[in-house]
Nanobody, 117 residues
Framework: QVQLVESGGGLVQAGGSLRLSCVAS????????MGWYRHAPGKQREFVAR?????????ADSMKGRFTISRDNAKNTVSLYLQMNDLKPEDTATYYC?????????WGQGTQVTVSS
């Protein structure tokens, strides 16, 4: 099992920045991807970005150039970050960290990001 704990959400004005963090612990040695999805009320869940354990990074087209995903491996944990710049009101959503391994997917509890206009 893998446990994920997110932090870093909040309220920010349009054009501002936030940095989300996610710490993975437990059976982390076989995870493949770590990444972020977001879910806004009345909308479908949306892929944001992900990073493979080998370092390959993918972004949703609408996040390219504004969001940066990064990862930091420690002895017993893996930390995932999402630096979000030039935030827009349409970025308002609950952001979820996820990871996967051969057993399935794991999700964090979500962190709320609200961007005011």
């Amino acid at each position: 099992q893998v446990q994920l704990v997110e932090s870093g959400g909040g309220l920010v004005q349009a054009g501002g920045s936030l940095r989300l963090s996610c710490v993975a612990s437990g059976s982390i040695f076989n995870i493949y991807y770590m990444g972020w999805y977001r879910h806004a009320p009345g909308k479908q869940r949306e892929f944001v970005a992900r990073i493979h354990r080998g370092g390959t990074i993918e972004y949703a087209d609408s996040m390219k150039g504004r969001f940066t995903i990064s990862r930091d491996n420690a002895k017993n944990t893996v930390s995932l970050y999402l630096q979000m710049n030039d935030l827009k009101p349409e970025d308002t959503a609950t952001y979820y960290c996820y990871t996967d391994d051969f057993r399935g997917q794991y999700w964090g509890q979500g962190t709320q990001v609200t961007v005011s206009s």
